[in-house]
């Protein structure tokens, strides 16, 4: 038939009495469609490489399902809170969190988009039609016959007969979809804000003691070795100097461990200062922690308030801390307030004394603001 014809339209009677096949041949006549091929994939129904071709199918939405399934359990049961790195052999599950979320998660959606690709190829007819394009919109008859050829489409792609496959679309897409709103719903399930009297929480550092925990949290310095414990006292520092300095905790000597975690730990380091006589006179503190400093000593986080980067750099002759990332300054004198660059808020000061009995320093409690960048409820 040439695409020009104009097929003869049925009365209302003749439509309503007309097959489903009837009615896709007279779409397509209508449209100016001419179906060049129109081949059935499995003429024969039943045959092995037929069962085959739905097992594979299904394979892959079961996979799917079974994916969805583990993404929902790593989500909810894997431990995700972090710890410091350990050199003793000893597994981290906690660091698999985020690759096990990923790779489920990918596989699940992969394995989807295998299934759908391969029951296409498998089962959808691959017709071969001509049409000529046509002006306006459909009239009642075009709609008509396109919902008789979707419906037949469907009849022809044998999805309705094959169970194994549309149970197992329904079992992965429905598994899919029940991960991706876990995972929408996931702060319900898991708080991390949930202990915040812990030191693990986010309003807390290393500083920290656990409760029921009240022994002294000392300052050390890094030699390099995570055993050697060399506590910091006030004449060990030359006025205008500057040390870096973690917690320690005696219930912790000798545990590889602990001791490691507590130089590693992001939060922990701190600038010791001892400002020159002269510069401490004029130090200006802020509200609140008018006796966090010991003498001349002012203790402030290294995680600089903008990005993060360590503020490590001190400068005497100015009473300047800069951070090299984006060259914030800080004035030590005034609170470590930022006086230059894109920081806006101070660094966080540790309330720090000396330990009568053996002139060492301790931190008298953990910061009592957030330390680091931008933390959202930090007013200043
Ligand atoms: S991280 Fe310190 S200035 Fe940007």
């Not at 071709?53 to 995700?80: M, T």
């Not at 809170?81 to 990918?106: C, H, I, M, N, S």
């Not at 709609?143 to 009849?155: M, P, W």
């Not at 200006?284 to 922690?289: A, L, S, T």
Request: with cysteine.
């Amino acid at each position: 038939m040439s695409t020009d014809d104009k097929p003869e339209l049925p009365t209302e009677a003749e439509l309503a009495g007309m097959s489903r096949d009837d009615l896709v041949k007279l779409g397509g006549k209508l449209d100016g469609v001419e179906l060049v091929e129109y081949p059935n994939p499995w003429p024969v129904k039943g045959t092995r490489a037929e069962k085959r071709a739905e097992r594979a199918v299904a394979f892959w939405f079961v996979l799917s399902a079974l994916a969805g399934l583990a993404f929902i359990g790593v989500f909810i049961f894997w431990p995700a809170k972090y710890e410091a790195p350990r050199f003793d052999g000893v597994f981290q599950a906690y660091y698999w969190y985020t690759p096990l979320l990923g790779a489920t998660l990918g596989l699940a959606i992969l394995a989807v988009g295998v299934g759908v690709l391969l029951y296409v190829r498998k089962f959808i007819p691959h017709e071969l039609a001509v049409q000529n394009r046509h002006d306006g919109g459909s009239s009642e008859l075009d709609k008509k016959t396109i919902v008789a050829h979707l419906a037949d489409s469907g009849e022809r792609s044998t999805i309705v007969r094959r169970s194994l496959i549309t149970r197992s679309i329904g079992a992965g897409a429905g598994v899919l979809g029940l991960g991706l709103g876990v995972f929408t719903l996931g702060a319900l399930l898991r708080n991390p804000h949930a202990r915040s009297d812990s030191a693990d929480g986010l309003w807390h550092t290393g500083w920290l003691n656990e409760p029921g925990n009240d022994e002294k949290v000392f300052l050390r310095r890094d030699t390099g070795d995570a055993e050697e414990i060399v506590l910091v006292k006030p004449e060990d520092l030359d006025a205008g100097a500057m040390e870096t300095v973690f917690p320690f905790r005696e219930s912790e000597r000798g545990d590889h461990a602990k001791l490691s975690a507590a130089l590693l730990r992001a939060d922990n380091p701190v600038m010791l200062i001892r400002l020159r006589p002269e510069d401490g006179a004029r130090v200006i503190k802020h509200k609140g922690q008018e006796d966090f400093n010991y003498g001349d000593f002012y203790a402030y986080t290294k995680i600089c308030s903008h990005l993060g980067c360590p503020t490590s750099l001190f400068e005497q002759r100015t009473n300047r801390i800069l951070c090299p990332c984006h060259q914030s300054q800080f004035n030590a004198l005034e609170y470590a307030k930022p006086i230059f660059g894109p920081a806006t808020r101070k660094l966080a000061q540790l309330p720090i004394d000396v330990d009568p009995a053996t002139g060492v320093f301790y931190a008298k409690s953990d910061f009592i603001e957030p330390v680091g960048p931008a933390f959202w409820e930090r007013k200043s």
